[in-house]
C-alpha cells in the first residue's frame, strides 16, 4: 500500500482498492481504529472533499438542476411531503445527510437530503404533498442522472454525473 500526503492535513491517503465501504468499514476499524480513518474523494488536483464538502457538492449541484429543471422541482414539491432513500425515515431525518451516512449494516444514504435541502433551503420550495416519495418514486433524480456542474473543480468527462463522481473518486484517510 502506498501512502501519499495530503498537503497540511492531519490525514495520509491509503492506497487501497475500495470495493464496498459498508462491510469494509469493519476492517478499517480493526486495522486503524475507529476514529482513525475516514473516506474522502478526491479531485484531479488532488484537494479531497470530506463528507461534508461532498454534501455541499451535491445541494449545490442538485440546485442547479431543479433551476433548470423547475418543473420537476414543483412536481415533487407538490406531490410529496419529503424524500428519503432507500429506507423510510422521518422527514426530520430526510434533511440530515447524517442519518443515514456510515450506519453499520446499512447502505449510505445521502442524496435525499441533497434534494430535500437544495428544493427547500436554496430554492424556498416547500413540500405540499401527504406522503413521501422513495427510491421508486424518485428514480429519475438518482445522483447517477444528475450531471454535474461544477467543470472549475470536476471535469465533465472524467465524472458525468453525480454518482460517477461519488463511487471513482474515493479514498480512504488515515490520521498521521
Known sequence: MTKEKNGNSPWITEEVDIWAPEVQRGQWDMLYGKDNWQLAWQ???KET???????SLYVDTYSKFFEENIVDAIFLTNHYSYIYAYDYISKEQAFDPQALYDKPGKADQFYH??????????????FKGSHPAGR???????PSQIPIERPDIIHPVVYRTLEDFYKNSKILQIKK
Open 43 to 45: 479531485l484531479s488536483n
Open 113 to 126: 437530503a441533497a434534494i430535500n435541502l437544495s428544493l427547500v433551503n436554496i430554492l424556498g420550495l416547500d
Open 49 to 55: 472533499l470530506t463528507f461534508d464538502k461532498l454534501i
Open 136 to 142: 421508486d418514486e424518485t428514480k429519475f433524480w438518482f
